[in-house]
């Protein structure tokens, strides 16, 4: 039951202000920040941790798992089947580390810049492709999918052909009406997916990531079992997160064109500015979840070993203790980069380097080519994700 001392956590946002977290957690950060909530329909209760320095001290803190088969997890659903090693965000070291492991060298700053021009190409290409198509035009579909899904097609070597198959899948992970029946049978299509593309690979090596899990294979580093999960785990994890960022991104700079010139203003302070559309829109806001593995005092409050934590990183990184005039969408602010958007200590996302280099090519571009670029219709009718655990716009129909 939830009730005013423990309200249910709750994804959605208010019909006049959508790129704002829900006023109640700001509220509650700022009265009461590490307070109760209650999830899965009132089933479950959970600490809600709101403040910026709280986030980091749970999300740092090794006493806190990651584990979902803790009984009392407070994860996304309460019939969630237990996820393959490979979507290995669930899981607490050793098995953690050997997965995320497998991938790292993937994912170094130095392999991701050999991508930009490669990203670069994409952009101009869809951008052409957008600008001879009749307007208005869907940005979702034609621009802010295609890009991060053609790119982590690439780094992967899965055929973008597929992209309809696989990404209707991938939404089924982040649907918040989703049953754990639906993830758990969407996931084991991904991987029997996956499982024929890394034969295809062993007969037929490229230069891409499934190659190379087929070697760790060799190499007995993982189990088949664990190359082909940790492929599907990447192929959802790179899009539907930056395909998100894009379009949203787009939406928070029309609404305050005057900034739009700091993206422009050359590759320092477009890089500035993707870190505070990071902070400022943080679109994973189901928030980051945990299980006490012992009692833990955070900000004066005992968590006790059993208790489960949600951080929801979209309200940490509004915390005006951390962000002077946080709810004010400012490309310049000097210390946007300390945001929690891609989460903080041993989980931190593998892939920010690659959704970085995305997002600091695809946003400049659209709005140097586009500089007419608008909403083709009243913001109001902009229709936002509701009950998806990555925040975002189904579509965004677009003039310029
Ligand atoms: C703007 C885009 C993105 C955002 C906002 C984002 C956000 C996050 C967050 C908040 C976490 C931490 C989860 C936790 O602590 O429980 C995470 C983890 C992860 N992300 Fe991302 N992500 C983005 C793009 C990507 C991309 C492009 C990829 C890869 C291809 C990726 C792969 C991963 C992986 C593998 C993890 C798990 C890391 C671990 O548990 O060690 N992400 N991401």
Redesign the pocket.
């Known amino acids: 039951m939830s009730s005013a001392d423990t309200p249910a956590y709750s994804l959605t946002r208010p019909g006049t202000a959508p790129l704002d977290p829900p006023p109640l957690y700001s509220r509650l950060r700022d009265e009461k920040p590490i307070t109760q909530v209650t999830i899965w329909d009132g089933r479950l209760s959970a600490w809600l941790v709101t403040r910026w320095e709280d986030a980091r001290a749970v999300?740092g803190n090794p006493a806190f798992s990651?584990d979902q088969s803790h009984p009392g997890f407070p994860g996304q659903h309460p019939d969630m089947p237990p996820l393959a090693h490979g979507f290995?965000?669930n899981y607490d070291p050793p098995i953690?580390t050997t997965m995320?492991s497998t991938?790292t060298r993937d994912?170094i700053i130095k392999r991701i810049s050999a991508l930009r021009p490669g990203i670069a190409r994409t952009t101009t290409r869809l951008l052409d492709e957008m600008t001879r198509s009749e307007r208005p035009v869907d940005l979702v579909e034609r621009f802010a999918l295609p890009l991060?899904s053609l790119v982590?097609c690439d780094l992967l070597g899965v055929p973008y052909e597929d992209h309809e198959y696989f990404q209707q899948r991938s939404r089924v992970f982040v649907d918040g009406n989703a049953t754990g029946q639906q993830i758990g049978q969407a996931w084991e299509e991904l991987n029997a997916y996956l499982v024929g593309l890394l034969s295809t690979k062993r007969r037929n090596p490229g230069v891409d990531v499934l190659t190379r899990l087929t070697e760790h294979v060799d190499a007995s580093t993982v189990t088949e079992r664990d190359a082909s999960d940790l492929a599907v785990?990447?192929l959802f994890?790179?899009h539907e997160?930056?395909a998100n960022?894009i379009a949203l991104s787009t939406v928070a700079l029309l609404r305050n064109p005057d900034q739009i010139s700091q993206l422009l203003a050359g590759p320092t302070e477009a890089a500035n500015a993707v870190e505070e559309l990071?902070r400022f829109l943080s679109?994973?806001h189901g928030g980051?979840?945990r299980y006490a593995l012992e009692d833990v005092t955070i900000g004066g409050v005992t968590i006790s070993a059993g208790e489960g934590v949600i951080v929801p990183?979209h309200v940490a990184n509004r915390d005006p203790e951390s962000f002077t005039d946080p709810d004010n969408l400012d490309l310049g602010r000097a210390n946007a980069r300390r945001h929690v958007?891609?989460?903080y200590?041993?989980?931190?996302?593998?892939?920010?380097p690659?959704?970085r280099a995305e997002?600091q090519i695809a946003l400049p571009e659209l709005f140097r080519r586009l500089p007419g670029l608008r909403l083709a219709g009243p913001f109001e009718d902009i229709s936002f994700k509701e009950n998806t655990l990555v925040y975002g716009v189904n579509e965004l129909p677009v003039v310029w």
């Open positions: 999300l990651s290995f965000a953690h995320r991938l994912f991060p982590i785990f990447l994890a790179g997160t930056t960022m990071l679109i994973v980051l979840r990183v958007a891609f989460g200590g041993i989980h931190q996302c593998l892939g920010q690659l959704a997002l």
